[in-house]
């Protein structure tokens, strides 16, 4: 299994990111896909995740409104479309998956990670 994120940098606040997990090594369409993200400050926070054929998505509460999760089945990769960034939202950003390709709202106990990607939202 392999999770390459990508597409992480420095933004305004307010401004806009869209971050990118590309996926390999298991069977894409198959798995449910999270996205957590870590910061000194706050530690380990659950962030969004996305049913194997992106018909159910789920945020966490500081989320909603303003970060979309997305999936391409056909590039075996997922998105993270974050909007309105906030100093807060600074983080390393990770996707994850469980081994047995289920997910849930809330959950850490993914089996594989991503390296992450540094998102920084700074005037």
């Known amino acids: 299994v392999q999770l390459v994120e990508s597409g992480g940098g420095l933004v305004q606040p307010g401004g806009s990111l869209r971050l990118s997990c590309a996926a390999s090594?298991?069977?894409?369409?198959?798995?449910?896909m999270s996205w957590v993200r870590h910061s000194p400050g706050k530690g380990l926070e659950w962030v969004s995740a996305?049913?194997?054929?992106?018909?159910?998505?789920y945020y966490a509460e500081s989320m909603k409104g303003r970060f979309t999760i997305s999936r391409d089945n056909a590039k075996n990769t997922v998105y993270l479309q974050m909007n309105s960034l906030k100093p807060e939202d600074t983080a390393v950003y990770y996707c994850?998956?469980?081994?047995?390709?289920?997910?849930?709202?809330?959950?850490?106990?993914?089996?594989?990670w991503g390296k992450g990607t540094l998102v920084t939202v700074s005037s």
């Open positions: 994850a998956i469980r081994g047995s390709g289920s997910y849930y709202e809330g959950d850490y106990g993914m089996d594989y």
């Open positions: 090594g298991f069977t894409f369409d198959d798995y449910g």
């Open positions: 996305i049913s194997w054929n992106g018909g159910s998505t």
